[in-house]
């Protein structure tokens, strides 16, 4: 669903404030946040129809997908429930097994528990889960970041613009842009918690402009380096040859009175809508170059990407 789609379903929707409540719908965030005895419980559901062919592949996306909201608060995944909308029609038994062995695998990754599920048919193919995490920190917000303050993306972008040209079969294969899908956010998480983390959201549907926009605050805006944004191989130049998914396109309609746009790249790369993607995390300047060294070490394809600065609620490409 589009950005702009869901804020008008939501604009009216009105709830109290109930105890223990400290993230619900209308804080925009990544998850639902609730405080219960004295513990701290997020909750996130995410599903997706097939981005890739290959069905075990597929359910460790969708997993990958799912998980990564509640690393993106800074949670330990503790619980997951299984989504199933079941295409009976085109897809096998033996597929949809695939699907959630690959979705187990992921879960087993990060010591996360299949409890269960729902399952029904459906005309088209959908898998997913709701997952709850519990913070043993801090709760990280999608909002927080300081005028100062570096911004870290811990994934590559562009699966949106490699998957469209896979169905498209302009290209024959991006196992690339497939192992970034497939890779949790989980250990990324677990080396941010040794830093002053003062906001993290995860890069999804709304694209890296989205999910910016959705960090910013009246105090501050984003500078980004759009050299130094980490590209998939392969999306530069399928983006030049105008080769990208209707969300990308939908997210820039949306979002582009909110940028300013001096990059010499294709502009539509940083709305591409994610499956998958990285941790897009805001901190002090100071611990910004250790914090990327320390995710490196690990193999994780982290870059600072820009900056915070005061005022004005704008993204400015560089």
Known sequence: MGLDDLKQITAKLKQPRLKGVLLDFSDGDDCGAIEVG????????????????????????????????????GARAISALSILAWDQEHVSATSVQEVMQGALDKLN???????????????????????????????WRNKGADAGDVLILTKPIGSGILTTALKRKVLKEAPHALESMASLNFKAMQ????????????????????????????????????????????????????????????????????????????????????????????????????????????GIKAEIVGRCVPGGRKITLL
């Open 38 to 73: 004295g513990a701290v419980l997020v909750q996130s559901v995410d599903v997706i129809p097939p981005v890739v062919d290959d069905p075990y592949l597929y359910g460790q996306i969708a997993a990958a997908n799912a998980l990564s909201d509640v690393f993106a608060k």
């Open 109 to 139: 990754e990060c010591s996360c528990a299949l409890l269960g599920g729902h399952s029904l048919s459906d005309v088209e193919q959908k898998f997913g889960l709701s997952v709850t995490g519990l913070i043993e920190k801090s709760l």
């Open 191 to 298: 080396i941010l918690q040794n830093f002053s983390v003062h906001a993290c959201t995860d890069i999804t549907g709304f694209g890296l402009v989205g999910h910016l926009a959705e960090m910013l605050s009246p105090e501050i805006s984003f500078e980004i380096n759009s050299e130094q944004v980490p590209l998939l191989k392969g999306a530069l130049d399928l983006a030049k040859e105008g080769v990208y998914p209707g969300g990308s396109v939908a997210n820039k309609k949306a979002l582009q009175e909110q940028v300013q746009s001096y990059t010499n790249l294709p502009d539509i790369l940083f709305y591409d809508a994610q499956t998958s993607g990285g941790l897009l995390v805001a901190l002090g300047a100071k611990e910004g170059l250790e914090c990327v060294e320390k995710l490196k070490d690990e």
